[in-house]
């Protein structure tokens, strides 16, 4: 399978209106099954756990622990969760663009369950990753682990996919230059983010953190995408995605969170385009040869290249290429040949000697890719 890293592509970003943030009222599969085949980018789905609670869950002190017991989590057999499950994946799949992806999330109740349908349907599983959570509820019993992670499995539409967004290199610039890996420490979702009730309790059970859900949408979609979420409960996925410049449909039941939803969702405000702008990666700069930085004058023939440390001294010619000694080649094979190694990127590696100092070409070369940029 080909796997492409592209990031973002290099379109400003258009206004969204706010027709393109909806909530639809009503059953997900029927809402998906009226929406135009191949024409969502993302899907984020958190499904019923299945969670199975056998009667009330009580801490040492017996007090009352504030669990998932609602209608809406609650299946007949495992059979019924697994035909409930076939329905909604196979709506998605149809709405799903050839290279859209899907995330869901879920626990050791059901996750296992939900990765066996999927890749029976055909999608192709791209990574699982573990939310570990910093502020767990603990196991209150003391006859297991805490459980302290959920997990998340990113699948594409096909086996073949190809043209899938992953925004690796943002991604990694945001990461301190190092991959991005696929166990995730964040919080739950606490404080003021928690919605709550006219009775101060919270709103849903089981709110996901808006942190989660902007690191799975800049992850894996791109600025104007369409995000779609069959579940869509209190509305953290339409928040995020509005708020980071995407349009959004989800689908939701429950008519108190529809409202909390599309309140949510009205009062959040757009990041400004610079915060958005697309990253300019290097797959995706334009090429610029050694020969335009000449004939553009930024550097003349006969100038002087050296390394930083000023170990090595280079020629600039008329045609482009560079004398080191007694040795002509381009700055790549150059650099290569000064330092002893098999290769070099000649554009880190040399720098222009000027009155004020030395400058790396790179610095100029970027000069160029920027006119470029505005034509």
């Known amino acids: 399978m080909v796997v492409s890293r592209r990031g973002a592509p290099s ?62 989590d609650q299946f007949a057999s495992f059979k019924v969760y697994d035909e409930f499950t076939r329905d ?113 309790k919270k709103l849903h059970p089981t709110q996901k953190p808006e942190a989660l859900l902007a690191r799975v949408i800049l992850s894996s979609s791109r600025v104007d995408d369409l995000v779609l979420d069959p579940f869509c409960g209190t509305g953290t996925t339409g928040a995020v995605a509005k708020h980071l410049g995407r349009r959004f449909v989800g689908f939701e039941r429950e008519e ?29 700069a334009p090429r610029v040869p050694f020969t335009a930085l000449i004939e553009r004058g930024l550097i003349n023939p006969g100038a002087k290249l050296t390394d930083a440390k000023k170990r090595h001294k280079a020629l600039v010619r008329a045609d482009g290429a560079i004398t080191l000694g007694d040795k002509v080649g381009s700055i790549h094979r150059m650099g290569a040949v000064a330092q002893g190694l098999d290769a070099c990127n000649g554009w880190t590696f040399w720098h222009l000697e000027t009155p004020k100092g030395l400058t790396l070409i790179d610095e100029l070369r970027a000069k160029i890719r920027a006119e470029m940029a505005t034509v």
């Open 88 to 200: 909604w994946l196979a709506a998605c799949r149809r709405v799903l663009k050839p290279a859209g992806t899907l995330w869901v999330i879920g626990s050791y109740h059901n996750i296992f369950r939900v990765g066996t349908i999927l890749q029976d349907m055909g999608f192709w599983i791209l990574n699982d990753v573990i939310w570990r959570k910093t502020n767990p509820m603990p196991n209150f019993r003391g006859r297991r682990f805490t459980n302290a992670h959920e997990t998340m499995i990113w699948a594409a539409r096909e086996p073949n996919a190809k043209g899938y967004t992953f925004n690796y290199e943002v991604l990694k610039a945001g990461n301190e230059d190092v991959q991005v890996r696929s166990d995730w420490t964040l919080p739950l979702c606490t404080g003021d983010e928690r919605l709550k009730g006219r009775d101060g």
């Open 256 to 284: 108190a969170y529809i409202k909390a939803a599309e309140r949510r969702i009205a009062d959040v405000q757009p990041l400004e385009a610079p915060t958005l702008a697309p990253f300019m990666t290097a797959r995706d």
């Open 11 to 72: 379109r400003a970003p258009r206004g969204v209106s706010e027709s393109a943030h909806r909530v639809v009222a009503g059953d997900c599969v029927a809402g998906m099954n009226a929406l135009p085949a191949e024409s969502v980018d993302l899907v984020f789905a958190d499904p019923p756990y299945n969670l199975q609670l056998q009667g009330d869950l009580k801490r040492p002190d017996d007090s009352h622990v504030d669990a998932v017991t609602d209608h809406w």
